[in-house]
């Protein structure tokens, strides 16, 4: 199975939390990123996603993160694969969104 639930961290010591999984695959929860570009502290941000309910353990999923301590967005893409001796490992990948005050400044504003 591939069950979001619960602390994940990943190799920046960034670390989410998700609250839980419905029946339908939606789940919520918040983030809690170890690094940032932007001028303010950090605060935990909260995200509400959705995952493929496979009974193989290697399930898609996203998710997007209301950044709270920024005007960004930012959208995951990734899967989860079942690792050695039960541990899961999620492979993911992210876009971040940043706001530019004009149209002209648009070509730098997704990272
Ligand atoms: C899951 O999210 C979808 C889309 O927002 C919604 O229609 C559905 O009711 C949600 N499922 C549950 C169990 O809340």
Known sequence: QCDLTGWWENDLGSK???????NQGNFSG?????VS??????E???????????EDGRCT???????KFSD????????????E????VLQSTWLLREKVNS?????????
């Open 16 to 22: 989410m939390h998700v609250t839980e999984v419905d």
């Open 30 to 34: 918040k983030y809690y990123t170890a």
């Open 37 to 42: 570009v932007a001028q303010k502290p950090i």
């Open 44 to 54: 935990p941000s909260p995200f509400i996603g959705s995952q493929h309910l496979d």
């Open 61 to 67: 999923f996203g998710f997007t993160v209301n950044w």
């Open 72 to 83: 960004s967005t930012a959208v995951f893409v990734g899967q989860c694969f079942p690792g």
């Open 85 to 88: 001796g039960g541990e899961e």
């Open 103 to 111: 149209l002209s400044n648009d070509w730098k504003a997704t990272r």
